[in-house]
């Protein structure tokens, strides 16, 4: 088998760039190591319009589970504030098929896809696969946080993220619990799916995520679990090289989930058709230097958020308990409405600036963080 490019990879990253490199006229097959596109799904789903707009996809009735009103912070003491998420158009997508609606948009672009099929090793004309071997001039690593595993675990947390039932749940609230002792580094989330379904997880530093869910839940209230997933999630930002010779990381594998929330539905799937463009440009031109047009497009759109985005972590992670109270009691409705009304789902340091910022509240957080606190505002 002879193709111009292989993409190892058949989630958001590598078919939004086999959908690119097909579109250009070139021969791409994606290769998905698991039996079914989208299955098993290991996503909170939370995305914006804005974002799906760039993505080039329009969600269908199948695809689109939720759409959400409002975010609701809860401090460790208990006390909370609520953002109108409206005006940030924030959707929940069920991942199954929109992974199956991107695989659909690359065929008929005309990608080849195929399931059951793993990536074993590069060889000089190519691949080894499960399958066999296949040539190719361009191999695309979109294998996610898998790949990152083997390169450097300190970025990695482990999250487990269950799917209930639940009467507590609401369908238009996204709930973000913060406790440093629970989950150190990160938080508690439930996501609504649709009536009195969500989608509720933990990761944290160190934690048992699986023990740190189950009380968790415990403490929410009576709920049936119907599925659980366990999966690392990468928080420590882009690899240094996206391209090395004639193989091209992408999406989760290259480090562009958001190191806040490591959210990258966005992020990754961007870094999928920056790459499938430049890779056409190359096919086109047979001149390597236009591979790097990928990471410099992906850095351009992204690369200045995702440093402040690492700033923010390293401050938020030097909190204590006491100072994230501090912070939830200070934050003032006009604040809220500030933040509601001009922040970004996709480009949110400002709004964490503006909240670890907040007058009066915090001032031995400020004392502590003054330099990184100031660079983040800068
Ligand atoms: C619990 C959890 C909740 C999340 N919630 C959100 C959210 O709400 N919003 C958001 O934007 N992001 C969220 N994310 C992150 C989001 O899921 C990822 O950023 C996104 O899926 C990355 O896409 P990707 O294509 O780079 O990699 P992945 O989606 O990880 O896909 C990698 C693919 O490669 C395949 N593969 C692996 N090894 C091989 C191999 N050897 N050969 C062939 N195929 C292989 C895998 O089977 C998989 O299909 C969440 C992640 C987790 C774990």
């Not at 409206?86 to 080849?112: C, N, T, W």
């Not at 799917?163 to 609401?170: K, L, N, T, Y």
Request: aromatic share 6%.
């Amino acid at each position: 088998m002879d193709y111009d490019v292989v993409v190892a990879g058949g989630s958001v990253a590598g078919l939004l760039c086999a959908r690119e490199i097909a579109a250009r006229g070139h021969k791409v097959l994606v290769i998905e190591e698991d039996y079914e596109i989208g299955t098993p799904e290991h996503c909170g789903g939370v995305v914006s319009i804005p974002a799906m707009d760039d993505l080039g996809i329009i969600p269908i009735r199948a695809t689109l589970d939720n759409k959400i009103r409002s975010a609701k912070l809860i401090a460790p003491s208990g006390k909370s504030f609520t953002l109108d998420a409206r005006p940030q158009q924030v959707i929940v997508l069920d991942r199954r098929e929109f992974d199956k609606q991107i695989a659909h948009q690359a065929q008929v672009k005309g990608a080849e896809i195929q399931v059951k099929t793993s990536l074993r090793e590069i060889t000089k004309q190519g691949v080894r696969t499960s399958e066999g071997e296949i040539t190719c001039k361009i191999i695309v690593d979109a294998r996610g946080v898998t790949s990152l595993v083997q390169k450097d675990r300190t970025g990695i947390l482990q999250s487990a993220q269950y799917e209930v039932f639940a009467d507590w749940i609401d369908k238009e609230r996204i709930e973000v619990y913060l406790d440093q002792e629970k989950y150190p580094g990160y938080f508690a989330w439930v996501i609504p799916t649709r009536r009195d379904e969500a989608k509720v997880g933990v990761a944290g530093r160190g934690i048992n995520s699986a023990d740190a869910l189950e009380e968790f839940l415990g403490k929410k209230g009576k709920h049936s679990t119907i599925r659980k997933i366990f999966a690392p999630i990468w928080v420590k930002g882009p690899i240094k090289e996206f391209v090395s010779g004639n193989m091209v990381t992408i999406g989760d594998a290259a480090g562009q989930a958001k190191p806040t929330t490591a959210g990258g539905i966005y992020t990754s799937g961007m870094g999928g058709i920056y790459a499938g463009e430049a890779i056409s440009e190359f096919l086109e031109s047979n001149d390597t230097s236009r591979l790097g047009a990928y990471q410099e497009k992906w850095a351009a759109k992204f690369g200045k958020e995702f440093e402040n985005m690492l700033l923010a972590r390293s401050l938020l992670e030097r909190l204590d308990n006491q100072s994230i109270d501090s912070i939830c009691q200070s934050v003032t409705p006009k604040m809220l409405d500030e933040i509601s009304a001009e922040g970004s789902f996709d480009f949110h340091t400002t709004s964490v600036a503006k909240m670890l910022g907040v007058r009066g509240s915090a001032k031995a957080i400020q004392a502590i963080l003054g330099n990184e606190l100031r660079r983040l505002f800068s």
